[in-house]
């Protein structure tokens, strides 16, 4: 089947631009993450959602990041006032959240350049 | 905060030798999931360890989760090129499971 989509694949954007980007989740899956991947670093937590739950926020770097996730589905991440160290690649993931047995299917992530 | 430490951070060898990565923390994890990445891909998942002194085998791939559930390492018998890429680490405490802490990867090279 379908595995999680990220569009766009790349966005290059001047600083203090807002940009979006979006994630479509597999199916099914009740949990959704968004990871941020900078050069030399580890996948950095940013936040979750799960279900009709409220999302934990505690990885959002600052309050220029917002995301939301519509109907359960479909998610949006927005940087607002975008800044150079804000560019990364900035991953989604989702998963059936049985436990935390249950993997993370991963995107292919959004390449985020700001100049 | 809970860190994971990879090493080595980069590693070349030749095909057919041997391997080993290793993940270290100080702190306890109720499970610890490996994953392999590829340039321009989201990692994949290659196996998860939940037990303390766990092995388990994927073909060519031994995962070992310590005793104290602090560490684990990824031994590869007899690498191809194939198995190039980076390997992840990524720990989940029992007080959020959901919250995995990743480690910096390690970026294997095999030559062929």
């Known amino acids: 089947g379908a595995g999680v989509s990220q569009s766009p694949s790349n966005k290059v954007t001047e600083k203090g631009k807002d940009v979006e980007l979006r994630c479509d989740p597999i199916s099914g899956h009740t949990a959704l993450y968004w990871y941020r991947q900078s050069l030399g670093q580890g996948l950095e937590f940013l936040i979750y959602?799960?279900?009709?739950?409220?999302?934990?926020k505690s990885g959002l770097p600052s309050d220029r990041f917002s995301a939301e996730r519509t109907g359960g589905s479909v998610s949006t991440l927005t940087i607002q006032r975008t800044q150079q160290e804000d560019s990364a690649v900035y991953l989604c993931?989702?998963?059936?959240?049985?436990?935390?047995?249950?993997?993370?299917?991963f995107g292919n992530g959004t390449r985020l350049t700001v100049t | 905060t809970q860190l994971l430490e990879q090493s080595p951070q980069f590693l070349s060898i030749q095909e057919g030798e041997n391997l080993t990565v290793y993940c270290n923390s100080s702190s306890v994890f109720s499970s610890l999931q490996w994953y392999r990445q590829e340039p321009g891909e989201g990692p994949v998942l290659l196996v998860t360890v939940v037990t303390g002194g766990e092995v388990k085998k994927l073909k060519r791939l031994t995962f070992q989760f310590g005793d104290a559930r602090k560490d684990s390492s990824l031994h590869i018998t007899a690498a191809q090129p194939g198995d190039t890429g980076l390997y992840l680490c990524a720990g989940a405490s029992a007080g959020s499971n959901y919250k995995l802490t990743f480690g910096k990867g390690t970026l294997l090279t095999v030559n062929p």
């Open positions: 959602f799960q279900g009709n739950s409220a999302p934990d």
């Open positions: 993931a989702s998963s059936t959240d049985q436990g935390n047995n249950s993997p993370l299917h």
